[in-house]
């Protein structure tokens, strides 16, 4: 049977100052509680019950829940301590024999192999496996409290004599019960102590106290185990997980020209030989394929990019780019719009819902609106989509090798045939056949050119 892990998410996070409940906070595009319980997942875990209080709980009815595994939520209403919520959880949770994760839904740099480690050395024989880390003092961890070799208990900071503020080994909040053995002593935390609160960290004396054996493993990196109270510890979560994510990249073949200034979130697929330039922003579950050049000063957001694609100080949302097309300077494609391969779209040129076919030409000051643009078509500086008629929205037709002059306006709903022409400065109010010119405003048929 999988391990259940129960994630404590329910503290008021006072610190934050912020309307927001803590866990909601995003780093790196996802909310912390996203990646504590993608973590939790990771490490094997097949059920997981949220510990929450009545302002957050609602946020987590639509949280995507990692890998699809269920997530279920228990609200702990007062909350009256670490230990409290566990004692709720458990309330809320059908008693069952074997492994049970406690994770903080505040640590969302903790890998799921420090999950993996704690599971695994939990057995019939081990109650509680638990997770320390040596820190530089002062620090406001609990502190472990070891009588030579055997763990004794810990201590919370508040709780301290200086002496044991002394202690530098810390309890990073991560542990793995014998559920039979944890129900079997959750009844008996008391209060009494600096917070008046209920102490989860005082099963570990309880246990001890009743025979049972309880083994620290130490991290060796304490950075993983840092919780986040306040905003400048999230932000120094964020630069280190962005870290993380970059050097798996690199490490995966990608070049990332300035790790510092390439900010990446955590579902991206990147293939070898991508180059991110700085200044770049890469989010959503963006794919990128080999060997394209993104940025600088560029962002991509829930985006496909294909193979040996150039895109240049542009920004790209829920939109997808062919196999050797190039994108900007300065453009923009948002709303479902898709190129083809080898387009090239220039400057100052917007695209939106529009699907242009291979080798269309889009070089300068263009919007693309409820657009199909045809295979070849060249669509000349300028040139706008007038696809907004003040009630809805029209879309424009644009043919195969269509020549499309400088300045058009095409009044949408509106169909330019494959080959056809329209002269610069053209405002287009009808359909233009296959083959046929246009010029004027409103623009009028052109007499046929002579035959060459
Ligand atoms: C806790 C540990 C401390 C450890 C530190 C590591 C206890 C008593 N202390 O202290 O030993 O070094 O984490 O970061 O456990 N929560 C609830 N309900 C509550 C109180 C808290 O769900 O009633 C949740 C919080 O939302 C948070 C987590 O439990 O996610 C930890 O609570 P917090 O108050 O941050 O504990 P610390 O003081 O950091
Ligand atoms: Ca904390």
Redesign the pocket.
């Known amino acids: 049977m999988k391990a259940r892990a129960v994630?404590?998410?329910?503290?008021?996070?006072t610190r934050m100052k912020s309307a927001r409940p803590?866990?909601l906070h995003e780093l790196c595009g996802r909310a912390m509680l996203w990646y504590v319980l993608e973590a939790v997942r990771a490490a094997g875990v097949g059920e997981i019950v949220v510990?929450?209080?009545e302002e957050l709980d609602p946020h987590l009815a639509g949280f995507a829940a990692p890998g699809g595994i269920p997530i279920r939520t228990v609200i702990?209403e007062?909350?009256?301590?670490?230990?409290?919520?566990v004692q709720v959880a458990l309330a809320g949770l059908s008693s069952s024999s074997g492994a049970l994760l406690i994770a903080?839904?505040?640590?969302p740099l903790v890998p799921a192999a420090t999950y993996r480690r704690v599971l695994e050395a939990v057995d019939t024989n081990v109650s509680l496996a638990l997770t320390t880390a040596r820190m530089p003092l002062p620090s406001?961890?609990?502190?472990i409290v070891m009588r030579g070799p055997i763990l004794e208990r810990?201590i919370?900071?508040r709780d301290c004599s200086p002496e044991e503020l002394e202690i530098d080994e810390?309890?990073?909040?991560i542990y793995a019960y014998d559920e039979g053995a944890l129900r079997g002593i959750i009844g008996r935390l008391s209060n009494e102590n600096a917070?008046g609160?209920?102490?989860?960290?005082?099963t570990v004396e309880l246990l001890i106290g009743s025979g049972k054996r309880v083994i620290p493993l130490l991290e060796p990196d304490y950075r993983v185990?840092?919780?986040i109270?306040d905003r400048v510890e999230l932000a120094a979560a964020a630069k280190q997980l962005n870290a993380r994510i970059c050097e798996a990249h690199m490490r995966d073949g990608v070049t990332i020209v300035d790790p510092a200034t390439t900010y990446l979130e955590p579902e991206l697929t990147l293939s070898a030989d991508v180059v991110l330039q700085p200044n770049t922003h890469v989010g959503g579950r963006s794919k990128i394929g080999l060997r394209s050049v993104i940025g600088p000063n560029s962002r991509i957001t829930s985006s496909t990019i294909g193979a040996d694609v150039k895109i240049c100080e542009s920004i790209i949302v829920d939109s997808a780019v062919g196999d050797g097309s190039t994108i900007g300077p300065f453009a923009h494609m948002r709303g479902g719009a898709q190129v083809g391969a080898n387009v090239h779209i220039g400057n100052f040129v917007e695209l939106k819902n529009a699907k242009l076919e291979a080798d269309v030409k889009a070089g300068h000051l263009t919007y693309l609106g409820d657009s199909n643009v045809g295979r070849g078509a060249n669509i000349g500086a300028g040139t706008i989509t007038c696809n907004f008629d003040g009630e809805n929205k029209n879309r424009t037709e644009i043919g195969e090798g269509a020549f499309i002059g400088s300045n058009s306006s095409l009044v949408a709903p509106v169909q330019i045939g494959e080959r056809a022409l329209t002269g610069a400065g053209s405002v287009v109010t009808r359909d233009v056949p296959d083959g046929a010119r246009v010029a004027g405003n409103p623009a009028k048929p052109l007499p046929k050119k002579a035959p060459a």
Not at 78 to 85: D, E, K, M, N, V
Not at 197 to 202: A, G, I, N, Q, W
Request: hydrophobic letters at 40%; a negative charge.
């Open positions: 994630v404590l998410a329910a503290g008021k996070g803590k866990v510990v929450t209080n702990q007062p909350q009256l301590g670490t230990g409290h919520a903080y839904g505040d640590m406001n961890f609990g502190r810990i919370e900071a810390m309890n990073a909040g917070q609160e209920f102490y989860l960290t005082d185990v840092l919780g109270n």
